[in-house]
C-alpha cells in the first residue's frame, strides 16, 4: 500500500508542476474551450442538479460551467469544506454569491444543505489531477471526494461523474488504491473521453 501512496505522491507532484507552467492565459484559453466542450455532454445538460466545484488557481476552469449550467436551468451545487475534510455543499447562486473560505477555496455563501445534498445529483463534476484509460482520478489527496464518491455509492446513487483536465492529464495508468471510483467521462480541451464499467 505504501509503495502506491508514494506513486501517487510522485505523479501528483510532477502534474502540479505541469500546471504551474501554465500562464494565465493559458488556463483562462482553456477554460473558455472546457466549458464548451463540456455542455455538449448530455450527462451534464440533461441533468436537472450538478454537484461541481469552483476552480481555483490553475486548475481546469469551471466558473464558465458553473454560469452556463445554471442558465440552463441546472441546479448546480457547490463544496463548503468542513473541519474533518468532509463536504457540505450549498446552492450557486452566482459569482457574487462566492465567499473565500480556508485553503483559498470558494465557497457559496448561503444555506448549508449538508453532506447528503449530493446524493440528489444528476452529474457529480470531480477535481482531479489525471484520469486513466480505465476511468481511474487521481485526486489531490486530501479524501474529501473519496468520502462524496463512497457516501454516492453508499446510498446506491448512480449520478454520472465527470473530470475536466488538460489533454496531458489523461495518462494510460494512475497508482490507484481498492477505495477508488472510476469515472464515466473526462473531459479535455482537445477531445471528451467516456468509459464502460
Request: glycine residues 10%; without cysteine; proline residues 5%.
Amino acid at each position: 500500500m505504501s509503495g502506491d501512496l508514494s506513486r501517487k505522491s510522485a505523479v501528483r507532484r510532477e502534474l502540479l508542476d505541469a500546471r504551474g507552467l501554465l500562464s494565465t492565459e493559458d488556463v483562462q484559453e482553456a477554460a473558455a474551450v472546457l466549458a464548451r466542450q463540456a455542455l455538449n455532454l448530455p450527462e451534464l445538460t440533461e441533468a436537472g442538479t450538478v454537484a461541481a466545484y469552483v476552480s481555483v488557481g490553475r486548475e481546469p476552469g469551471t466558473r464558465a460551467l458553473l454560469d452556463a449550467l445554471r442558465e440552463r436551468g441546472a441546479r448546480v451545487l457547490l463544496p463548503v469544506l468542513k473541519a474533518d475534510n468532509d463536504l457540505d455543499w450549498g446552492e450557486y447562486r452566482g459569482a457574487e454569491h462566492l465567499v473565500r473560505a480556508g485553503r483559498g477555496l470558494l465557497e457559496p455563501d448561503g444555506e448549508r444543505l449538508g453532506v447528503d445534498a449530493v446524493l440528489e445529483a444528476d452529474a457529480v463534476l470531480l477535481p482531479g489531477l489525471a484520469v486513466d484509460s480505465r476511468g481511474m482520478r487521481l485526486g489531490r489527496g486530501g479524501g474529501s471526494y473519496d468520502r462524496v464518491l463512497s457516501r454516492l455509492a453508499a446510498a446506491g446513487a448512480d449520478p454520472a461523474l465527470v473530470v475536466l483536465l488538460y489533454a496531458n492529464e489523461v495518462l494510460a495508468r494512475v497508482p490507484e488504491e481498492p477505495h477508488d471510483h472510476p469515472v464515466h467521462a473526462v473531459v479535455t480541451p482537445t477531445a471528451v473521453r467516456r468509459f464502460t464499467e
